[in-house]
């Protein structure tokens, strides 16, 4: 499933990034890379994502400025702005989940199939990089083991 988060004024560009199998959606946000403070007095309520906004976490965030939450299917060209809390949410497969920070009218910048795509595109990428780096890894041990033997078979010969 897709997450997306739109840090609105904090900072730059909408980053979507994937969660495999989250039990909420909360849980989403974390698989995905992003680390997430609750409000300390409210079980659920976001307060940070990625530590932004800098504020107190002790009680309710401010309604003017706050982190929504919105839902969409992996198809949807619009966001739906979630009845249920990212505690209480249960994500399926397919999703996309958004947060973004701002006075809550606002739903991330990115539209859920554009976000979808790109996770797809990100998810893609990093499978590519990573087969490069074992392709790499094994080559090293290639030559590592062909010196080895080289060197054996020279001490042997002396």
Do not use: H
């Not at 969660?19 to 976001?46: F, H, K």
């Not at 400025?65 to 399926?92: H, I, K, L, T």
């Not at 920070?101 to 990115?110: A, I, Q, R, V, W």
């Not at 890894?137 to 083991?145: E, L, N, S």
Request: charged share 25%; net charge negative; proline share 6%.
């Amino acid at each position: 499933m897709t997450v997306v988060v739109d840090f609105g004024s904090l900072a730059a560009d909408p980053a979507p990034g994937c969660a495999a199998d989250p039990a909420n959606g909360l849980d989403a946000l974390s698989q995905a890379g992003y680390s997430v403070t609750e409000v300390a007095s409210i079980r659920g309520m976001v307060c940070r994502i990625d530590e932004l906004p800098e504020s107190d976490c002790g009680s309710a965030p401010s309604a003017k400025e706050y982190w929504s939450y919105w839902r969409a299917g992996s198809d949807d060209a619009e966001w739906s702005y979630s009845a249920v809390g990212g505690a209480n949410a249960r994500p399926e497969p397919g999703d996309v989940e958004g947060w973004s920070f701002g006075d809550g009218s606002t739903p991330p910048d990115l539209a859920p199939d554009e976000a979808a795509d790109a996770a797809e595109g990100a998810e893609a990428d990093a499978d590519q990089d990573s087969s490069f780096t074992w392709l790499i890894a094994v080559a090293a041990i290639a030559v590592i083991a062909g010196l080895v033997i080289w060197r054996l078979r020279r001490d042997r010969r002396a």
